[in-house]
């Protein structure tokens, strides 16, 4: 748990983390499964209340903080996780949650998501990816597919979408998962997994737009085509999926490969999901499994521990001070060349 | 001090008489390499310890190396001391010392006729009167003929007096400027000792090179002794400061200084978030130093996230500050916004430089003035505050986070290149004398109740509730906000409510700040009205018209944002009103729409600041008039 504070004495609801705020998105948004499961996440953690800040940008997903009985901050797009990186370094003792969505975190705000990650606050940062601008009326998002039909692109999105885990453990990021908004059983396991993990955690969920982009990641939450189409990690586990449960993913050279058990193929031919490992190159490779020639995992890609920026920081300061004592400005002020005007 | 010295000297010395002044003007000049900027802190440390009052007034060029030897690459430090108080480094120069021909050309008009001019004979070759552009040698083309010229084989000497320490010839010319300072600390009767600490401290752990710079200084003090070229020196006694112990400061020093002592004074551990930016980095570099302090420096990715850690640091409850020059400032806008909509107190410091754009980012101005009072979407008024001298940057920090906190805003301090490297004496205040900074978070609540984050306290200031404080978690942002709850509001006389609510909380400063105050005459003939770092050039220039019975007084506006309440009737009292800034009258507009006053202006953007002569001339064309 991220607070330092013990947790209260009465185990918390759900409904205790609620802001009674009336919730505004669409009904059917994927954002709705998201607040819940926050919400059951924090309550089962028994964070208090008062320890969670929840740092928001601009969009749909960015009104979360209004939605939660906590501190917040709806701030300026894009700069979510600066204001995070500002509150966290000064006050480590919170439990700082950083909500964003593909427009939010990036495009207006890539260049900040890269710089947070690679520091490793110990912050949490949650991307509602749904490939679409929802808020400003659907335009394409920098994670909309090629060719994609917007408002805005008339004749098909022309731009090479961006994967954004691919990006996160490019930026070294210490915890790295993907799940999606439907599956609220894998979706709470997640964010409790984020909640446990010390650094920055980052995860991408996937969430569907009712309005302007229903259906996105159906292929993924279709009832007959999941299992086909992802694949769960489990960290030691081989990588198994398919309605049967056999297919898998086996290494050839540096590629992977969809393999089927059976005819000579066993499980000991495949790879086996190490989240701790300490290079990122097989988070990387999974990352970039994508649809219709992979199954796309979710779960955890990456856990593993490095020096987090906050802690760094403010060890300086304490070392110094234990160093040297703390300061004093008299002697600052008269420290070097002098003189004395009578 | 720096009678000792002389009668540690020889009978040589003793030979040569001194002339008493009771000020001087003395400006080193040189390639960006040559050490220029370190030649001309010495000779102000070693002034300042001698009792001098100090004014100085560095420039330097963008280009870290620009081409050796050429024009662009000159850089210079100029230091003005007295034995009576100063305001400015001086409009001209009494001594130069040019270290090649590139920076006798281009520092020459600054010369005074009949000035000292101290070049290094060595640097005239046919090459670096090319790099300079000259046709011919100026030490032999008779266009120094109005100068008292010494032609000094700086190089050569130097090398010599260095020969022992086996450096190259590259390290040996180096040491240059260290002889040079030694021959001008000879010529103004100047102590060699805190040089000679200096370099102890600077280059002690390179004992050759530290003693190659000894012997460089003591070399030129020697030359100036025993060289018949000079025929007499020159004295500037101790000036009648205010009582008290002081020390040489520069403007970003005195900022970087003034936000620790804020921080002190108020309790709230300082969060500094920052891009590196000229001028104002050297804030960034003094504060990173501070650790002792508890200060916390943020070197962010970019001026936005500088700016938007800060704020989520106010709303942790640390004394949050951004600072930057205009370039930055712009990027920063849209947070700036969210600051004044969230009512948390940040300071943003402008340590302006002359633009737009990348400008010459060196060079100083005043022409972010609009930008700071107007330079947001919405209605969106902050306090906005000018320091008006380096020392006074001290005083601005420590009072412009007192309103932050007070008003729970945004505040805007002005500061810029001129004041940011600029240094001048500095009376050492004792921290126990400096006032509290009272700060008020609400206590936990456990009545279950909502907590209303947008009450307001006499002075319209709402709650600076910080996370992690029982009953009261609230959340605030960029959507207009419902009067006292905090809620999201669209409704629209709650909105203009709220427009209006926030603009009363700023003009309320204007009650809370001390009214403005005129030097000179009440009333009269005429009020030169500026603000911010032209101070000195303004302050000097009225000073030498009073002497000759001119009715001119002087106002300098430290509050820009909101104006002084006092402002429009003092304006009043005076038939004519100068307004005197570093832009094409950016504060004129202002005081000639608030207060319909027939104001007229007083303008220059050369990079460079006003010279008195320059204000002495324009306030006299004025009261010439009629």
Redesign the interface.
Known sequence: MKTD?APSAKKPSPNDYA???DVRWCPGCGDYAILAQMKKTMASLGI????L????G?GCSSRF??Y??????????G?AP??????????P??SVWVITGDGDGLSIGG??LI?AIRRNLDINIVLFNNRIYGLTKGQYSPTSPLGKVTKSTPLGSIDNPLHILSVAIGCEGTFVARTIDVNTKHLGMVLQRAAEHRGTSFIEVYQNCVVFYDGAFEYATGRDTRDETTLELEHGKPMIFGKNRDKGIRLNGLEPEVVTLGNGITEDDLLVHDERAAEPSLAYLLSRMRQPEFPEPIGVFRAVDRPKYDEL??R??DE??AA????D??R???S??????? | MASQQATAMTSIEESKPTVPLDAATVRFCGDSGDGMQLAGSQLTNTSALVGNDVATFPDFPAEIRAPRGTKAGVSGFQIHFASRKIFTPGDRVDALVAMNPAALITNLPDLVPGGVLIVDANAFEKRGLELAGCGSNPLEDGSLDGYQVFQVEVTKLTRAAVKEQGLSTKEADRCRNFFAMGLVFWLYDRPLEPTQRFIVEKFGRRPAVAEANRLALQAGYNYGITTEAFTSRFSVDPARLPPGKYRNITGNQALAWGLLAASKLSGCPLFYGTYPITPASDVLHELAKQKKFGVRTFQAEDEIAAITAAIGASFGGAMAVTGTSGPGLSLKTEAVGLAVMTELPLLILNVQRAGPSTGMPTKTEQADLNQALYGRHGECPLPVLAASSPADCFDVAIEAWRIAVRFMTPVLVLSDTYLANGSEPWRIPSTAGLDPIAVRHPEAAHDGEPFRPYVRDEWLARPWALPGTPGLMHRIGGLEKQDITGAVSYDPANHQHMVELRARKIANVARHAPPQRVEGPASGKLLVLGWGGTYGALATAVRRLWERGAPVAHAHLRYLYPLPANLGELLQRYDRVLVAELNLGQLRTRIRSEYLVDARGLNKVTGRPFTVGEVVDAIEKVLEEE
């Not at chain 1, 208090?48 to 320890?51: D, F, H, L, N, Y």
């Not at chain 1, 939660?68 to 797009?77: F, L, P």
């Not at chain 1, 040297?324 to 300061?327: K, N, S, V, Y």
């Open positions: 504070a802001s009674g705020q208090p209340r008062e320890k800040v929840f740092v928001s601009i903080p209004y939660m009985n906590t501190y917040g901050i709806h701030s300026v797009h700069r600066t204001v995070a990186t500002g509150l966290k370094v000064v006050r003792d919170l260049n900040h710089h920081l403010n300086q300061i110094t001070i040297q004592g703390a300061g400005l008299d600052l002020f008269n070097g060349d002098t003189w004395t005007v009578e």
